[in-house]
């Protein structure tokens, strides 16, 4: 089973709905999950908010906050949560590459996640020479980071 067959089993088996919010990885987290059998039963959507305007109008992710950090992947799963009430979400934001940006390396990379009112982010070091497989290792740890926050949610439901 891959991780967005698991995504989906999670989802369903506590029968919640998620969603993403994302900018380095311009929708291909919400790609990878809408093309889940069975997802219009656990996917909600996503919002690609790629510039630091965008995460503020439709996240609340406030304009002076380093999109390349932990606050702003928090700010966004927490705001994409929000905006289409679910129950987890998932968020990606950092630098792709070629070139550094804003003092940060290529391959520095944030994935938030939401979960009821619990937030997190963690912080990601991806080796590439180009953006495309940045894109592609920041996709994949985000749908990682989704299943393990689902998972968790069916272990608290458990205790």
């Known amino acids: 089973m891959d991780v967005t ?40 959507g996503g919002v690609v908010a790629y510039t630091i305007e965008t995460k503020n109008l439709v996240l609340g992710v406030h304009l002076d906050i380093d999109p390349c950090s932990a606050e702003c992947a928090r700010t966004m799963a927490a705001g994409v949560r929000d905006a289409l009430e679910v129950d987890a979400a998932v968020a990606t934001t950092g630098v792709g590459g070629p070139d550094p940006q804003d003092g940060h390396a290529p391959g520095t990379v944030f994935i938030g ?5 619990h937030v997190g982010a963690r912080e990601f070091s ?10 592609e290792a920041s996709t994949r740890a985000a749908l990682e980071m989704l299943a393990e926050i689902l998972d968790g949610m069916s272990e608290d439901e458990d205790r």
Do not use: H, K, N, Y
């Open 5 to 44: 067959e698991r995504i989906g089993e999670l989802a369903m088996d506590a029968g919640i709905r998620v969603a993403a919010a994302e900018s380095l990885t311009g929708g291909q987290v919400c790609t990878a999950l809408g093309a889940t059998p069975g997802a219009s039963d656990w996917f909600a």
């Open 126 to 135: 991806f080796e590439g020479d180009d953006p495309e497989q940045i894109v």
């Open 113 to 117: 996640w939401a979960r009821g009112s």
